[in-house]
């Protein structure tokens, strides 16, 4: 049973846009979420997170938006450019104690010039 | 900044054969886990460890063993490949329980049984 699920594998976006990669969530118990950018041969990089005391978090251009009641979180890119062009893995875990991450199945972002 | 090293970039290796795959971290973190992702399913957590000679299932155990002799370094232990264990292999590290913070991974080794 997939707990976190993203359901686009793939996005096409033009330079200077936004970007925005969705994230569904089925586990109440999740109550910090965060994600993370691949580049091929290369291992997940953290980008940013979100507790779920919070509804926003920003890091520069990155923005991680949280919908407890939907259980949806989203990521938001402006401005968009080529170097994001990698795949979002999207993450949650609970309090339990020992931070098991459940990962979603990723989304390929392609920012094209 | 936190340096996870996986002793292997890619590996080829036999049906039968009993495969070790490395990993050291530099940050003192008391969690470690190993995953392996496969296309169209993401991250699958195979073993965590959250301190020395501690370790835990994750969400697919079978086949695989750990060992976490030291805090810095945890290995992952195919007891007998097999091809459908073709994949790439992530280890990754954290700080202690208690505090929201982010795992880092290390590049990866793409394990590939023949």
């Known amino acids: 049973d997939q707990q976190v699920k993203q359901n686009s594998p793939s996005l096409s976006v033009q330079e200077g846009r936004i970007s925005i990669l969705n994230c569904d969530y089925t586990?109440?118990?999740?109550?910090?979420f965060l994600w993370y950018k691949k580049y091929p041969a290369e291992g997940p990089t953290f980008l940013i997170s979100i507790s779920s005391i919070k509804d926003k978090n920003e890091d520069g251009r990155f923005t991680v938006f949280l919908n407890k009641s939907a259980k949806h979180l989203s990521l938001h890119i402006v401005p968009s450019q080529p170097g994001d062009s990698a795949v979002y893995f999207c993450a949650a875990s609970g309090i339990t104690g020992f931070q098991k991450l459940v990962f979603g199945t990723g989304t390929r972002l392609l920012v094209s010039p | 900044d936190v340096k996870v090293t996986q002793s292997s970039r890619y590996l080829v290796k036999r049906t039968g054969e009993k495969v070790f795959l490395e990993c050291v971290q530099d940050?003192?973190?008391?969690?470690m886990f190993w995953y392996r992702q496969d296309p169209g399913l993401g991250l699958r957590l195979i073993y965590f460890?959250?301190?020395?000679?501690?370790?835990e299932k994750g969400d697919i155990p079978e086949g695989y063993s750990v060992s976490r002799e030291k805090k810095e370094r945890f290995s992952l232990i195919l007891e007998s490949a097999s091809t459908n264990q073709t994949s790439m292999y992530l280890c990754?590290?954290?700080?202690?329980?208690?505090?929201?913070?982010?795992?880092?991974f290390g590049d990866g080794t793409r394990l590939s049984i023949l």
């Open positions: 586990n109440s118990m999740f109550d910090y």
């Open positions: 940050m003192d973190h008391e969690n």
């Open positions: 460890s959250y301190d020395v000679k501690m370790k």
């Open positions: 990754a590290s954290s700080l202690g329980a208690g505090s929201n913070q982010p795992q880092h």
